[in-house]
């Protein structure tokens, strides 16, 4: 195995916050997938009252995604989604001033990583960087190769936020959760590293999260699914930051808008978890100087 690599990202720089909090604006149906409705005024203004709502609620920063263009394409995808997508994002940050994220769905990362370093996001999110999964659009490739060296080839600052063992998938072989995190981040160079349940609305387990914490070392850990009113505290015990959808809109259903007064009671316990988990450490370390 090659050394470790100096791959951690101060969220803090990024977020103003070292565990941020980030809301997802799933995207309507863009031009070519299959439910795409003809107007992309549509989609925009949708976009612009989701992402209003999240930074009216307090998030820390906000990640765009082509949610509703399933079925998803595996790897490439078609160019007028990656002509909307920039589109949609240079007009949020005239509105929003919150760093964003990108993810082209399924696995176009490289597509992700041109818009955001085009529009001056921030990140983007990446499912499969490493690895071989089976999923739904059959199997996914990691891309690690490819796509760290055409952020070289760009000059680009953008960091890579990475799932480990991805939801709606299984891996093709089978890598404990400590080998995942640490192929993601020693052999894939990720900046950051996300954790998931097996299904969108999912949460991954707080001792899950604890294994991948303890892998990861100095990289930040993402909950990337299934967080709530009930369980982010609990979660947050263990991770950095959370990145958060459903459970923000209005009757937690995934084609209803982000609900604002659900934000704010999200980000609140969220950050009241933190505050009580960071209490908890605290007076550990006391009683282990003492």
Request: aromatic fraction near 4%.
């Amino acid at each position: 195995m090659p050394p470790r690599q100096n791959t951690s990202v101060d969220l803090t720089q990024i977020f103003q916050t070292p565990n941020p909090i980030i809301g997802v604006v799933h995207l309507l149906p863009l031009p070519t997938s299959p439910r795409w409705g003809g107007s992309l005024k549509a989609v925009i203004d949708r976009a612009e009252r989701e992402a209003t709502a999240l930074a009216s609620g307090g998030v820390d920063g906000i990640i765009i995604e082509n949610f509703f263009d399933a079925p998803f394409t595996k790897e490439q995808v078609d160019p007028a989604v990656v002509s909307a997508m920039s589109l949609i994002i240079h007009r949020l940050k005239q509105m929003v001033m919150l760093p964003m994220g990108i993810n082209v769905l399924r696995n176009d990362a490289r597509s992700s990583l041109a818009i955001a370093t085009c529009t001056g996001a921030k990140f983007i999110r990446v499912n499969v960087l490493t690895g071989v999964m089976a999923t739904d659009q059959g199997l996914i490739e990691g891309c690690a190769h490819e796509l760290l060296r055409y952020r070289r080839e760009l000059g680009s600052e953008v960091k890579i936020f990475a799932d480990v063992l991805v939801k709606h998938a299984r891996p093709l072989s089978s890598p404990n959760l400590t080998v995942a995190v640490q192929d993601t981040i020693e052999r894939g160079l990720a900046d950051a590293v996300i954790l998931s349940g097996w299904a969108t609305g999912s949460p991954p387990s707080l001792e899950d999260l604890e294994l991948a914490k303890a892998a990861a070392g100095s990289t930040p850990v993402f909950v990337g699914s299934g967080a709530d009113l009930d369980n982010v505290a609990t979660l947050m015990q263990a991770a950095d930051g959370v990145i958060v959808s459903s459970s923000l809109k209005r009757h937690r259903k995934r084609d209803q808008p982000i609900d604002p007064n659900r934000v704010s009671r999200f980000v609140e316990a969220t950050r009241s978890g933190i505050a009580a988990a960071n209490s908890v450490r605290a007076t550990d370390n006391i009683k282990i100087s003492s």
